[in-house]
């Protein structure tokens, strides 16, 4: 409505001083009509809407975000082994390699490279939605969850537990009362210490036969084999009660003596020492330079091998008390070829032994000063040069065993050193060594023909051309 026009104009026939008031008023009541139009029009000029405009600008961001965040609206990325940007609203598949690249900004995903992931992509089209909700669990209820999973862990271990407790208990009865129930029929349970007094109690009553005797030594022999119980058997007095049975007039009480003590000082430093003190090796080298049988021989230097090995003092002995010239007498007797083959065997390793300490304390100086020291006073190799040794360990060339040949050319071998010019001076040697190397060459030929490149025999060879060509 134009109300400025109408009103403007002053009625016809009133007169001016009844006008004046009238326009003011009509002014006025225009203005107040203009102010409300403007005010009905717009509400968003209305200074009273502020607070309400800006409640609804942040609802309607917050919808924008949810619609962006949507699980419904998210679309698969698929990556691949390189890093690739991965744009606003876009899933990776699970276990992918997500990264945030400092220098655009820009987040970055690739394939992992295991291929324990593969099998997700197979079944995700491209396009297909993935749905995420990260609200299904809170902090506090994966720690719930968790705590019960460790509670029921440990119920179904403790009832496990039980049950195979329970099931243990059915099969076998405790050892007390098994003991009970022996002790009712006169049987007793005995440890190994026990059992070893009364072997040796049987051993040495006057009373025993000679059967039990030896059965009882026998017996012995099987639990002093363990280095705790051959240490406790010195620790009762045991041990001196079996050197001492070398003394008798017995051969088969003199056998198992030495077979019980081989056992016993086998790798047993404290027990090798023991039987030192108690004149061991005294015994073993009379009965090996007497007239004694064959068997009898056997154990007793089986128990001087045990005793010497690893043990320099006791090497130092052993020389000092003639025992090269003990062992000669017995390698030339007649019918001893085992033997010989064992005496060469325990020569060779006595020599290699101190060759070998002398290189690891200088290589290693982990050797004891007192060790090194006693195996620096172990003359073997000059004795064994004045004992006549080389040629008796070169004419054992005539063995016909080939593992007797083996240990020989080892031994051969480590006196090289000490006995080159009596070998090359030594023409039954070298007869020897040219007919050995000719029939070794036929075998070792024919094991090549049977495809075997190192075959027992070639290496028996290699053994003979080398000395042959040191010889030369």
């Not at 047993?268 to 007239?291: D, F, M, R, S, Y």
Request: glycine share 6%; proline share 4%.
């Amino acid at each position: 409505v134009n109300f400025s026009k109408s009103l403007a104009m002053p009625p016809q026939g009133l007169p001016l001083s009844r006008m004046a008031p009238l326009g003011m008023l009509l002014g006025l009541l225009i203005a107040s009509c203009f102010t409300f139009c403007l005010s009905h029009q717009n509400p968003e000029f209305a200074l009273t809407n502020t607070e309400k405009s800006s409640t609804k600008e942040t609802e309607r961001k917050e919808t924008t975000a949810e619609e962006e965040l949507d699980p419904e609206v998210l679309e698969v990325f698929h990556p691949t082994h390189e890093w690739e940007p991965l744009r606003p609203g876009q899933a990776v598949p699970a276990g992918s390699h997500v990264r945030l690249n400092l220098q655009t900004g820009a987040r970055e995903v690739k394939l992992q490279d295991e291929d324990k992931f593969r099998n997700n992509l197979k079944g995700s089209k491209k396009g297909k939605r993935l749905n995420i909700n990260t609200n299904t669990y809170t902090s506090q209820d994966l720690k719930s969850a968790l705590a019960k999973f460790k509670e029921g862990v440990e119920t179904e271990t403790s009832k496990e537990d039980k049950a195979r407790q329970a099931e243990v208990k059915r099969l076998f009865r405790p050892i007390e009362e098994l003991k009970k129930d022996f002790e009712e029929l006169n049987v007793v349970i005995e440890s190994d210490m026990q059992i070893m007094v009364r072997l040796i109690n049987k051993f040495n009553s006057s009373s025993s036969s000679l059967e039990e005797k030896i059965a009882a030594l026998f017996d012995l022999e099987y639990y002093v084999h363990q280095m705790d119980n051959a240490q406790d058997l010195f620790s009762f007095g045991g041990l001196q009660v079996v050197i001492n049975g070398l003394n008798s007039t017995e051969p088969l009480v003199k056998e198992y003596a030495a077979f019980v003590l081989g056992a016993a000082f086998s790798s047993n430093p404290k027990v090798q020492v023991e039987a030192i003190e108690g004149g061991a090796l005294q015994k073993l080298l009379v009965i090996l330079a007497t007239e004694q049988p064959l068997t009898a021989k056997k154990k007793v230097l089986f128990a001087l091998c045990s005793l010497l090995r690893h043990f320099p003092y006791a090497q130092q002995q052993f020389l000092k008390l003639g025992g090269l010239q003990v062992l000669r007498s017995l390698v030339q007797e007649k019918g001893t070829e085992v033997l010989a083959v064992r005496v060469v065997t325990l020569l060779y390793d006595l020599v290699t032994e101190k060759m070998f300490a002398e290189e690891e304390a200088k290589l290693t100086r982990e050797m004891s000063p007192e060790k090194l020291q006693q195996y620096r006073q172990v003359h073997l190799l000059p004795g064994l040069r004045e004992q006549g040794w080389c040629e008796i360990t070169a004419h054992l060339l005539a063995l016909p065993e080939h593992d007797a040949r083996e240990k020989v050319l080892q031994t051969l071998g480590a006196l090289l050193a000490t006995c080159r010019d009596r070998f090359r001076q030594d023409p039954q040697l070298s007869r020897m060594l040219a007919s050995l190397q000719a029939e070794y060459q036929a075998l070792a030929t024919l094991e090549l023909q049977d495809g075997e490149d190192e075959g027992y025999f070639r290496e028996l060879l290699g053994s003979i051309n080398s000395l042959l060509k040191e010889l030369r």
